[in-house]
């Protein structure tokens, strides 16, 4: 394994590109409600980034056995597990969707967050799956610190999650970040305290816990890219970047709309307003 540890350079390269990638979220929230499309989240998305002098990192991105991917987000609704691509349908009453926003940097930096959306009134079942899934992510980030193991964070996830009658998928996981897209380590959202790499100052890495409210199998549909729950069930994930300090963690993806931190989140450095 090998983990890019960043300097004060390369700290300060993170932080803009996840201030940037939070501020999209927060710059389409508005325009999100009953009757968008998801190709029309998109589009705003798009042109949030190029406002900010940055590019999306997921248009035309492919991995090696992978068609391109044709979306400058991701967005997984109801049943959508991950890697939604926009597309015409709108969104109604009822639905919950995720939107999945990476940034690259006229540097090189690149920024990654997710956040649920509710449009409209929503069922208390899917509300209670949105809710559960940001409060597990958070309890995952409050792991972080130098000396702990990336199996703590799992651990902590999987035990809130699974104590609640939900489902954590196995096969995607969070990933280390910086000047890749993906880098070393990979953050599992289930494990064993205790276990895994160590984590010390200067590692940056996203924790985005995917959970479903049904059973955790999951299956690809035939585009090649849209992750779907096995059992058709509701599923919901949020995403953070984080970046290991000398004395515990710094959120990088936090803004002034970012959603209200947990009550049971303890020191940590918050968003400028």
């Known amino acids: 394994m090998s983990i890019t540890i960043k300097d004060e350079a390369g700290i300060a390269g993170m932080r803009e590109a996840c201030r940037i990638a939070s501020q999209v979220l927060d710059d389409i929230t508005p325009h999100i409600q009953p009757g968008i499309t998801t190709l029309e989240i998109d589009r705003l998305s798009a042109e949030s980034m190029a406002k900010y002098g940055t590019r999306s990192a997921t248009v035309g991105y492919q991995p090696p056995g992978y068609p391109p991917y044709p979306g400058h987000v991701c967005t997984s609704v109801n049943q959508v597990v991950c890697h939604g691509i926009p597309a015409d349908k709108p969104l109604k009453k ?26 409209g009134e929503c069922s208390i079942a899917a509300r209670r799956l949105c809710a559960l899934t940001y409060e597990s992510m958070w309890l995952g980030i409050e792991q972080v610190r130098p000396g702990a193991r990336l199996g703590d964070i799992g651990h902590a996830i999987q035990k809130f999650i699974e104590g609640h009658g939900l489902s954590v998928v196995r096969e995607f996981c969070g990933h280390g970040i910086g000047q890749k897209f993906h880098e070393d380590p990979q953050v599992l959202h289930y494990g064993k305290p205790g276990t895994g790499e160590e984590l010390v100052p200067g590692m940056t890495f996203t924790i985005e816990p995917m959970i479903n409210i049904g059973r955790r199998d999951i299956k690809e549909m035939p585009d090649g890219w849209t992750i779907v729950t096995k059992d058709r069930s509701l599923s919901a994930q949020w995403e953070h970047t984080v970046l290991v300090t000398p ?3 710094e959120v990088l993806t936090l803004s002034a709309g970012s959603p209200a931190i947990p009550e049971f989140v303890k020191g940590m450095a918050r968003a400028a307003a």
């Open 247 to 249: 004395s515990g963690y």
């Open 94 to 119: 009822g639905d919950i969707v995720n939107v999945d926003v990476t940034v690259v940097t006229a540097d090189g930096w690149y920024g990654d967050n997710s956040r649920m959306f509710e449009i």
